[in-house]
């Protein structure tokens, strides 16, 4: 069966400090990948989404950036940490090519709080 | 991808039905309407999706209009449990594979 594994689950870090936090998923090839953050109170944005390896597609302007190293892999990095980069980033993954149900399934969660 | 407007926040007694509606007026001939929901602190989990045909499985049903312009998630016993934000979106078939969340249903369960 498929899981998604996403870590660190929280973390704090100062402003203006890095970040890296990584998802990876089992079970399944070639998935489309996909990086959430939500907001206290607030919805989900979508902030990158993938359907390959080095394809990676931004859809908010901001200081962070995603890669895609591996087929299963996804990496959401900054360099430099804002106060509003604070939030629950969610990592979800789907199923690529013939069309089936498309479900988005996620992790876990990734608790951040820039001080 | 189209867009959908939702009610803010709904409450509902417990046992009775849940009946949460969706507008996606501008929806296209090619994309599916999806439920999923939040509950706090997690990840969001899939309930349902369907394309014109109404749609019923273990956790709801889903009532797509018949123009597919709306459409109502039905969970037909509320427990507290289901206290949670729903989220209605389209997404198509093809293309840039993007699934784009409102604001949600804010659902109270009420004991």
């Known amino acids: 069966s498929q899981t998604i594994h996403q870590w660190p689950a929280t973390l704090v870090q100062p402003v203006g400090s890095p970040l890296s936090l990584e998802c990876t998923v089992e079970?399944?090839?070639?998935?489309?990948l996909y990086w959430y953050r939500q907001a206290a109170g607030r919805g989900l944005q979508l902030l990158f989404y993938?359907?390959?390896?080095?394809?990676i597609s931004s859809e908010v302007p901001q200081n962070l950036s995603a890669s895609r190293p591996q087929d299963r892999q996804f990496i959401l990095s900054s360099k430099k940490l804002l106060l509003s980069d604070s939030g629950f980033y969610l990592c979800?993954?789907?199923?690529?090519?013939?069309?089936?149900?498309?479900?988005?399934?996620f992790g876990e969660g990734s608790r951040l709080t820039v001080l | 991808d189209a867009k959908t407007t939702q009610p803010t926040s709904m409450d509902c007694a417990e046992g009775r039905a849940a009946n949460l509606p969706c507008n996606h007026s501008?929806?296209?001939?090619?994309?599916?309407v999806y439920w999923y929901r939040q509950i706090h602190s997690q990840g969001p989990q899939y309930i349902i999706h369907?394309?014109?045909n109404n749609e019923t499985n273990e956790m709801a049903s889903l009532i797509i209009t018949e123009d597919r312009k709306s459409s109502t998630l039905i969970l037909p016993h509320a427990t507290l449990r289901d206290t949670a934000v729903y989220y209605c979106?389209?997404?198509?078939?093809?293309?840039?594979?993007?699934?784009?969340f409102g604001t949600g249903t804010r659902l109270k369960v009420l004991a």
């Open positions: 979800a993954w789907s199923t690529r090519g013939p069309y089936r149900t498309g479900e988005l399934f």
């Open positions: 079970g399944t090839s070639n998935p489309n």
């Open positions: 993938s359907v390959g390896i080095g394809q």
């Open positions: 501008t929806i296209s001939g090619n994309e599916y």
């Open positions: 369907g394309l014109k």
């Open positions: 979106i389209v997404r198509g078939t093809s293309g840039t594979y993007k699934y784009i």
